[in-house]
């Protein structure tokens, strides 16, 4: 069974910046397509990133320009940088594999907190 493994997460000022790793163990990601999601308090929880086996990113219209999503097979991690912090970020982030439909593959994990606020 895979475990998925997020952290990283923080309460920073709106502007600042942070770094979410997601490990994974009992799977290797490399031959998967991966994706960060982000669940703001109240909301469904919804893909802001993603990245295929080859490199390959996608991200939502709300976070271009601003997050970073790579991924390290060797270490079997993914990671999300995220610059220039938006109160809207605010909300419980996860990784997961997923297909090209969107359906996710394993179990969620328990999510990183990211809290931007003055």
């Known amino acids: 069974q895979v475990q998925l493994v997020e952290s990283g997460g923080g309460l920073v000022q709106p502007g600042g910046s942070l770094r979410l790793s997601c490990a994974a163990s009992?799977?290797?990601?490399?031959?998967?397509?991966m994706g960060w999601y982000h669940q703001a308090p109240g909301k469904q929880r919804d893909m802001v990133a993603s990245?295929?086996?080859?490199?390959?990113?996608t991200y939502a219209d709300s976070v271009k320009g601003r997050f970073t999503i790579s991924r390290d097979n060797a270490k079997n991690t993914v990671y999300l940088q995220i610059n220039n912090l938006k109160p809207e970020d605010t909300g419980v982030y996860y990784c997961?594999?997923?297909?090209?439909?969107?359906?996710?593959?394993?179990?969620w994990g328990q999510g990183t907190q990211v809290t931007v606020s003055s």
């Open positions: 009992g799977s290797s990601i490399s031959s998967a397509l």
């Open positions: 990245i295929s086996s080859g490199g390959i990113t």
């Open positions: 997961n594999a997923r297909t090209y439909l969107g359906a996710v593959l394993w179990s």
